[in-house]
């Protein structure tokens, strides 16, 4: 029953926007990659401000990574774990904002030969803002179920 009542307090309205078509053929051809901000919650992520998340638009296998600052040092060093543990993309969509435009991520990406682009329009990333719309709703349905100390943030992180 507490489950029924969760999700229809976080239900999300439906909106129908325009979206930009995305054409892809193989996996691992565009990541997008951006910050969630959860600083409303800094006090159950242990210090941790932002989740860096990256979606493999293809295959939509992401990751979400806490990070503390917006800084070029904090957002590179996850990035650069995810590359090594994992695939690397041909293209990578970002943000225009400057924890990506930095000489520190553009180092990064142009090392793993990676095409770091932005999109100058209002239709930005629709898979990406799906993505953390879906992870969102996941996280915030399990906050009033569980006590706020060891609810779903602590089990991201650890």
Do not use: C
């Not at 909106?15 to 995305?22: A, I, K, L, S, T």
């Not at 996996?27 to 919650?41: C, G, K, N």
């Not at 998340?53 to 774990?81: E, H, L, Q, R």
């Amino acid at each position: 029953m507490k489950t029924v009542i969760a999700a229809d307090l976080h239900r999300q309205a439906r909106r129908n926007y325009p979206r930009r078509f995305v054409d892809l053929r193989k996996q691992d051809q565009t990541w997008q990659a951006d910050l969630v901000d959860m600083t409303a919650y800094i006090s159950h992520m242990k210090g941790y401000k932002y989740l860096l998340t990256i979606i493999d638009i293809f295959s939509n296998y992401a990751w979400a990574v806490p990070i503390k600052s917006k800084s070029g040092k904090d957002v590179t060093a996850p990035m650069k774990s995810v590359l090594a543990q994992s695939r690397i993309p041909t293209h990578l969509h970002v943000d225009q904002s400057k924890e990506f435009y930095n000489s520190e991520f553009k180092a990064l990406v142009k090392h793993h030969n990676i095409n770091m682009y932005s999109t100058f329009s209002n239709s930005k990333a629709s898979i990406f803002k799906h993505f953390n719309r879906t992870l969102g709703n996941k996280m915030w349905k399990r906050f009033p179920l569980k006590d706020r100390t060891s609810g779903l943030i602590f089990w991201m992180i650890e």
